[in-house]
């Protein structure tokens, strides 16, 4: 009987996938890649990891082959896993050179925002110009400080909303007014206003939270990159409006500091004036585009974190009453000269205040898992990396290995008094904001306005869990996105403090 052409079409293409994934096999063994669990056909590992806390199984996974390095296969695009500090700094120190790009992922090109990106362009000259910037003027010291009157503000705003709550007795969801504070904090440093009043922020706060979603959203264009130009799940599709709207915004922001300018309004010099001194600079390597990626990724990467940081930090304190009430005690022992309120310049006397929001940070890292991309083959200890390899650093695995913490799950800040533990990504130990060429270059904000806002509420108010919360305790359970988030809001309710 003669064989159909559907048939020997279907015995064909099975035949081609058993021969590549056959090939595959044999090649990634010559090439000396680290260990890891075997690919499927076509899906790779893709069935290994899950979608929901992918940080955890591949946590999970790399106990398993090694802890260090672990090879998977994501589709068909070959990626490294590195989950102990030893072998992130050999990534961020050793190899940085060679590891500073970032893969592609699809959703990015989105209104042609990956070219844009200082988070995740190439490392071309024009995003180390604005490396550059960012670390010698726009996060300088002398800079923060001079527009921390505006953050304060800001600061009191809060303090006054939960005020408003406790006065009533009705719960705080804790995560919402703490986002506020954050993207206010960042417009006030940036533009020196707010971008809160009336229905813009209510836009922005949108954009930020949708973005996010459809970023991290597992996406079979980024799997299957032969796919790609189709957008098969919509993902670029869906973010483009959202771009458009986020750069549209930013753009009115320029165009009326430009009018300012020439009506001979006095300088703000605020992140807005400062890049706009760049960019009209002769052979200034900065333009409008740039400045709309830059101030783009600042406010998704900015707002987000910060308030996730403080929802977990009260979440753990609430877990932690003989923590929680240590730091107060330090909050109460700075404000004793009759100071009713907490600022930035208090931060450095507050050392077990410190201590706790680097222990948040170690467990709870907003940003749970980062990526780069080889552009050069490196040696990681004694396996092979090569040239095009995505590498996935888990942040959250590195923070939990049991080779480097004493009681890696539990909640102790203690473990970081009197020790030099910086979060500046030179101690590969402690990552959470990264480290090497991509560290994130707005740690030195997002470390002022974590500390500020948990001083301030801490310092004001005694917090308690509603009735529901007392009998079951914390949902302490995740949401994974761009940043990992507690699963169930935080819901407590703030009693002002005796003055």
């Known amino acids: 009987m003669a064989t159909s052409p559907v048939v020997a079409v279907a015995v064909s293409f099975v035949v081609i996938v058993i021969s590549v994934y056959a090939f595959q096999l044999l090649t990634n063994a010559r090439r000396h890649l680290p260990p890891g669990p075997l690919p499927l056909p076509l899906v790779g590992n893709l069935l290994h990891i899950g979608r929901d806390n992918p940080h955890r199984s591949l946590a999970r996974l790399a106990e398993r082959y090694g802890g260090s390095l672990m090879s998977v296969r994501l589709g068909v695009v070959q990626a490294v896993v590195v989950s102990s500090a030893d072998a992130a700094s050999e990534i961020l120190h050793k190899h940085n050179a060679h590891v500073a790009d970032r893969p592609e992922v699809d959703a990015w090109l989105a209104n042609g925002h990956r070219a844009n990106s200082i988070i995740c362009s190439k490392p071309h000259a024009r995003w180390r110009a604005l490396r550059r910037l960012c670390a010698t003027e726009l996060f300088a010291p002398s800079r923060l400080n001079a527009l921390q009157p505006l953050r304060q503000e800001k600061v009191r705003e809060l303090v006054r909303h939960v ?94 500091r430009l009018r300012d300018r020439q009506a001979g309004e006095p300088r703000k010099d605020d992140m807005l004036d400062v890049v706009l001194d760049e960019w009209k600079k002769e052979g200034s390597l900065i333009d409008h585009n740039a400045m709309r990626g830059l101030f783009t990724d600042l406010f998704v990467a900015g707002a987000d974190t910060s308030s996730t940081t403080v929802e977990w930090a009260m979440a753990e304190l609430l877990q932690n009453p003989q923590v929680m009430n240590k730091v107060k005690r330090e909050l109460r022992e700075v404000s004793r000269h009759e100071k009713t309120e907490v600022e930035e310049s208090d931060i450095s006397q507050l050392p077990y205040l410190q201590a706790m929001v680097k222990e948040v940070l170690r467990l709870h890292p907003p940003v749970a898992m980062t990526y780069y991309r080889a552009e050069a083959t490196v040696e990681v200890q004694g396996y092979q990396i090569p040239q095009g390899t995505i590498i996935i650093l888990n942040i959250s695995a590195v923070h939990r290995n049991e080779n480097t913490w004493d009681n890696p799950d539990k909640f102790e800040p203690e473990r970081f008094m009197n020790k030099e533990r910086e979060f500046s990504g030179k101690d590969c130990r402690l990552i959470p904001f990264g480290g090497g060429r991509r560290i994130c270059l707005g740690l030195p904000l997002a470390n002022r306005t974590v500390h500020t806002i948990l001083a301030s509420l801490l310092h004001q108010f005694e917090w308690n869990l509603p009735e529901e919360g007392r009998s079951n305790g914390v949902d302490m359970a995740e949401k994974f996105g761009v940043v990992v988030s507690l699963a169930t809001p935080l819901k407590v309710i703030p009693k002002k403090c005796a003055s």
Do not use: C, W
């Open 163 to 256: 005020s408003e709550k406790a006065a009533l007795g009705e719960p705080v969801t804790v995560r919402d007014p703490a986002f506020t504070a954050s993207m206010n904090m960042l417009s006030r440093t940036v533009f020196s206003k707010d971008l809160d009043s009336g229905p813009s922020v209510r836009g922005l706060k949108d954009l930020v939270k949708e973005g996010t979603v459809l970023v991290m959203t597992p996406n079979v264009s980024d799997f299957y990159p032969v796919v790609a130009a189709a957008d098969l799940q919509g993902l670029r599709r869906k973010l483009t409006p959202i771009v458009a709207h986020a750069y549209e915004m930013i753009d009115k922001q320029i165009e009326q």
